[in-house]
């Protein structure tokens, strides 16, 4: 019989780089995982930068078999969920194992033990590290690489976690969407229609881009507040957010509707920096600048991902909310197109929104991959 795996937390600098790298081995074989770059995960994971750490209570732990790291996972408490919903739920994340019943055992029930001693009835996860960052596991959609700040896992993840005693607590879809489809006849006739009056559609104004981003901000805490698990973006959240994208980010592919100069929804699209970095196996040095930067200003990537879009409330009824989806999508993909893209991602969408589901359906994009989030009592 195999010894039992040796569980170790995660208390330097040193240690994280094993965990950092866990899952570069793991995915060895693995032809479509694209190694996030060591530097990003440093800073999302220790804390300094992330301004997550701010409001939450967090651990990471190795699972080391026979002197090799063989796993890894984290647990945490967002105390600003908390505070909305006091159900007691932490969170596990930054689950990646090999293909033992064992390792994924000993690691869920430390991340466990430690929610437990901290008050928590129930677990909740993976969240890297929280609902706003990269949720889910996925389990379907294998056959592709994973988009920008969009996770890729082994198939034998899920099945280890249910043998656990994990069920289901939601699921959320990745859509694809070509850029070169045309919008349904049905749809193109109500995009195509005069806009209300007192409706415009605009690109970001980035003598402005302070101001923009705390727009973004307003209209995502406002139009996403009543979803599953919703934690609102802060302001040191929003300020981090925007020094982070604005290497990568476009104005062009940053489109707001603004009703009587007041904004009213926006959309933001990303160039898929995984397309650029997917043979840097993580390491920026001593090329790897060099070839992101060509790749991204010059040769140009073919895919691109919205990771926020949003509409106000109330806004998202009747005839303006019928047409601003598609007005926002269909910008994207012109310009899109302009800038050499030819698939744009939506993600992610809750399996049970509905609206945005038929929105994204209706323009002309399919479900190509499936995240999970699992949960189980702790009591």
Avoid at 288 to 314: D, E, I, M, Q, Y
Wanted: with cysteine; glycine share 8%; charged share 25%.
């Amino acid at each position: 019989m195999s010894a039992k795996p040796v569980i170790e937390p995660v208390t330097s600098k040193a240690a994280l780089k094993r965990f950092i790298q866990l899952p570069k081995r793991l995915h060895r074989s693995d032809a479509h995982y694209i190694a996030p770059l060591d530097m990003e995960r440093v800073d999302a994971l220790w804390p300094g930068k992330n301004p997550f750490f701010d409001h939450a209570e967090h651990a990471y732990w190795l699972a080391v078999k026979d002197g090799r790291d063989v796993g890894r996972i984290s647990a945490q408490i967002d105390k600003t969920a908390l505070a909305i919903r006091p159900d007691a739920t932490g969170h596990f994340g930054m689950i990646a194992a090999e293909d033992d019943p064992q390792v994924f055992g000993a690691l869920l029930q430390t991340a466990e033990e430690w929610l437990r001693a901290r008050g928590m009835g129930r677990i909740q996860g993976p969240f890297n590290l929280n609902i706003n960052e990269e949720i889910g596991l996925l389990v379907d959609g294998f056959d592709t690489p994973p988009m920008l700040l969009m996770g890729h896992d082994r198939p034998y993840a899920g099945p280890r976690i249910e043998e656990q005693g994990y069920t289901k607590a939601k699921d959320v879809f990745a859509y694809i969407v070509d850029t070169k489809n045309e919008l349904p006849q049905s749809v193109r006739r109500l995009v195509n229609r005069p806009l209300p009056k007192g409706l415009t559609v605009r690109p970001m104004n980035m003598k402005n881009y302070d101001t923009e981003i705390r727009a973004v901000t307003e209209i995502f805490n406002e139009a996403w507040a009543d979803n599953w698990g919703f934690v609102p973006l802060s302001e040191v959240e929003t300020d981090h957010l925007a020094k982070s994208l604005k290497p990568i980010l476009n104005p062009k592919l940053v489109w707001f509707v603004e009703m009587d100069g007041a904004p009213a929804g926006f959309i933001v699209c990303l160039p898929n920096l995984n397309e650029a970095i997917r043979d840097l196996d993580g390491h920026l040095l001593p090329f790897g600048w060099a070839k992101l930067l060509w790749r991204l200003k010059l040769a140009g990537v073919k895919t691109a991902r919205v990771p926020l879009f949003g509409v106000k409330r109330k806004y998202a009824s009747g005839v303006i909310g019928a047409v601003l989806p598609f007005l926002l999508i269909e910008k994207i993909k012109i310009e899109g197109r302009k800038l050499g893209f030819e698939q744009v991602e939506l993600s992610w969408i809750l399996e049970d929104n509905m609206a945005m589901r038929r929105v994204n359906e209706a323009a002309g994009s399919q479900i190509y991959k499936t995240y999970r989030i699992y949960e189980k009592a702790l009591s």
